[in-house]
Structure formats: structure tokens, C-alpha cells
């Protein structure tokens, strides 16, 4: 058995995950066949978007929509300080150079007033990332990169569902996608998919997902490809969850507001909140709270698991001692330091019941009472 009483996250499936499997798993057509395309549609219904292609990860689902775009070697995209990793990793497989920025401190989204001093003439994209279910002010940075003419990439992993101005995040650059990771609003294991308006754009992402060919069967391949495929497998379980999707957002929202409610008397914890734009949905429940080390530590003892927030792509081993690969490394990042020092996602699990979250506020009121 776990150590941990109260998972920070868990997936939550249903019976009718295991029967949308068992079905592509009796299928003989293992490999994007009816549950994947049947995916792909519902998800373009659901957020609006006219095609959407579906990959084995969203983080090759990024690389395939950096790609697509035509950027490669010699460009630089511009990329926010606090994310996973996986953003800029993906910027740096496809040749490119990701440039940092910073986030800003109310919606730890990238800080729209900090991009402009990043551009240059190598400058072909911005990576929006809507952390955590939050949302920068998209139409600021439209109105920048029309200007400029730099393509919008929405990183939108961990928001789907969310909207922006009430269109769905994800369809308001040139591309954008989502993750079906384990610990995502709806989950098929592993599994990503790509959304956009643009015809041509996403062929080119079918190209490079399926070896440079236009289909599937053929010997004839267009342009250098790979195999970043999904399964029907993953697709059945990802078509199932979507019937979920409503209730987990509006669980999601539940959870914040319960916290947000219990803790509101306790004058050292602060927690996120959206722009007038943005109807956030938290995908993790951040508090901004002093000593949040020590308030984990003692959470911990008490069966209650916890995370840190995302560490500062700045800070990261692997680019401190590869600094060609990334771009503003020594950049001030005070506020992505001050972030990561200070925030802590509490339990968010779909499936969390209510005595579990008074639980884990009755010990965080009783540490700060104590301490």
C-alpha cells in the first residue's frame, strides 16, 4: 500500500473506460483506426477547432506542431520560464533555440510585457502555456506577434476545456493541442493531440507523425517522417473519458473553491486566480504559502501527498551544462524562483471526496496555527 492516504493526483476511470477498451482491443485494427478518428472528432467538436490529429504524447504532438510550422534549425521560440520540461525540450528536437521568459506572479503564465525585449529577427514563435489551467491575455500577444509575423503555439497540456474570451484555449494560435497523460482532466494513458484551423498545417503534422506519408499502407513517403502514432487502445479509453470531461471540470472547480473557502482565514496563503478574460479550470490547486517546504514536510507525516511547483527551466541541470541549447538563461527570473520556493499543489485528484479535502485543510490550519 502507498504511503500516502491522499494522493496529490490520480487517474479516475470508469466501467465504461474498460468497455470502450475491451471493444478496440477485439477490434482487428489496433493501430488509428474507428476509435482514433472517432477521438479526433469529438475533440475538434468539443473545443471548436475544424481538424485535430491525434499523437502517441503531446510532447511529440508539440514537436510535430513546431515542425509543421516550418521551424528548425537556426529560429529561436520564445518559451516561459515555468512549465515542464517537456515545452522546450520539444523547441530543442526540432533544432530550434527556445528563449526564456518570464511568468507573470497572478496567473504564472507567461508575462505578456516581457516578450517584446525577446524578439529578434531569428524570432519565428511564441509558446503560450496555459498553466496549471490558467491563461495568459492571449490578444495582447496576438496583436505582438501579427506585428512581427511569429506564429502562436498554445502548449494547452493541461487545459482542456478551458476558455479564453469564451473560445477554448488550445484553438486560438496557428496550433495548439493538449495531453492525455496519466494525471490530466481526462486521461488515455499516454496519448496527445494537435488542434488547428489550418488545413496545411495539419497534413504536415499527419506527415511527420506517419512517416512523411499522406495515409497509412503506402510506400511512397513525401517528407522525412516518424512514428509518433497512437493506439486504438488509447484513443477507446481517451473517447470514453471525454463523457466525463464536464463533471471532472466542474470537479475541478469544486476542489478550488473548497480549499479557497476553508483556508480563507488563514492570512499567509494566497492562490491563483484567472484573468476577466479566462474561465480557469485548475487543474492543481496552487497556494502561494511561506515555509510551503515545511508545510509539505509535515502534510507528508500525515499522509497527505503534495508537489512543488514546475522548477525554473533556467535552473535546470541539463541546461546549465548544455547552455548553446537554450537562449536567456541568465535572465532575471525572481519571480519564477519566488514561484517554485513558494508554491504548493495540494490534492486535486477527480475522485477526492469532500472529507479527504477537510482533512488535508484541517492539517494545513493546524500547521500554521502551531508553527
Known amino acids: 500500500m502507498h504511503k500516502y492516504r491522499i494522493k496529490q493526483i490520480q487517474p479516475v476511470f470508469?466501467?465504461?473506460?474498460?468497455?470502450?477498451?475491451?471493444?478496440?482491443?477485439?477490434?482487428?485494427?489496433?493501430?488509428?483506426?474507428?476509435?482514433?478518428?472517432?477521438?479526433e472528432a469529438k475533440i475538434s467538436n468539443i473545443v471548436g477547432s475544424k481538424y485535430s490529429c491525434a499523437t502517441s504524447n503531446w510532447t511529440l504532438g508539440l514537436y510535430s506542431c513546431i515542425k509543421a510550422l516550418n521551424i528548425g534549425e537556426g529560429d529561436e521560440v520564445i518559451v516561459p520560464n515555468l512549465t515542464f520540461i517537456a515545452t522546450s525540450n520539444a523547441v530543442i528536437l526540432s533544432g530550434a533555440k527556445?528563449?526564456?521568459?518570464?511568468?507573470?506572479?497572478?496567473?504564472?503564465?507567461?508575462?505578456?510585457?516581457k516578450i517584446v525585449k525577446l524578439i529578434n529577427k531569428k524570432t519565428k514563435a511564441i509558446i503560450l502555456v496555459h498553466l496549471y489551467g490558467n491563461c495568459c491575455d492571449i490578444n495582447k500577444i496576438k496583436k505582438i506577434s501579427k506585428k512581427k509575423n511569429i506564429k502562436i503555439i498554445e502548449d494547452a497540456a493541461q487545459a482542456l476545456g478551458v476558455r479564453y474570451n469564451k473560445k477554448f484555449v488550445g484553438t486560438l494560435g496557428d496550433v495548439g493541442g493538449y495531453s492525455f497523460y496519466?494525471?490530466?482532466?481526462?486521461?488515455?494513458?499516454?496519448?496527445?493531440?494537435?488542434?488547428?484551423?489550418?488545413?496545411?498545417?495539419?497534413?504536415?503534422?499527419y506527415q511527420i507523425k506517419n512517416h512523411g506519408r499522406d495515409k497509412k499502407g503506402i510506400y511512397i513517403h513525401k517528407n522525412i517522417g516518424y512514428n509518433f502514432s497512437t493506439t486504438e487502445m488509447q484513443s477507446s479509453i481517451g473517447l470514453s473519458q471525454l463523457f466525463s470531461l464536464n463533471k471532472n471540470k466542474k470537479k475541478k472547480k469544486y476542489i478550488y473553491e473548497f480549499y479557497q473557502k476553508k483556508l480563507k482565514n488563514i492570512p499567509q496563503i494566497k492562490f491563483i486566480k484567472a484573468n476577466k478574460f479566462t474561465d480557469m479550470i485548475p487543474w492543481f490547486t496552487n497556494i502561494c504559502a511561506p515555509k510551503a517546504l515545511k508545510l509539505s514536510k509535515f502534510l507528508n507525516k500525515n499522509g497527505i501527498e503534495t508537489r512543488r511547483i514546475f522548477y525554473p527551466l533556467n535552473l535546470q541541470p541539463c541546461y546549465l551544462k548544455n547552455k548553446n541549447l537554450v537562449k536567456n538563461l541568465n535572465g532575471n527570473f525572481n519571480i519564477s524562483k519566488y514561484v517554485y520556493n513558494n508554491f504548493l499543489s495540494l490534492p486535486s485528484s477527480s475522485n477526492i471526496k469532500d472529507q479527504e479535502l477537510k482533512f488535508v485543510c484541517d492539517k494545513i490550519i493546524k500547521f500554521y496555527k502551531s508553527d
Open 14 to 39: 470508469s466501467s465504461k473506460d474498460f468497455l470502450f477498451l475491451k471493444q478496440a482491443y477485439n477490434s482487428n485494427f489496433l493501430t488509428e483506426n474507428y476509435f482514433t478518428k472517432k477521438f
Open 182 to 205: 496519466a494525471n490530466k482532466i481526462i486521461t488515455s494513458g499516454e496519448g496527445g493531440i494537435a488542434v488547428t484551423n489550418n488545413l496545411n498545417i495539419k497534413r504536415k503534422i
Open 98 to 113: 527556445p528563449v526564456l521568459c518570464e511568468v507573470n506572479i497572478n496567473t504564472l503564465c507567461i508575462d505578456e510585457e
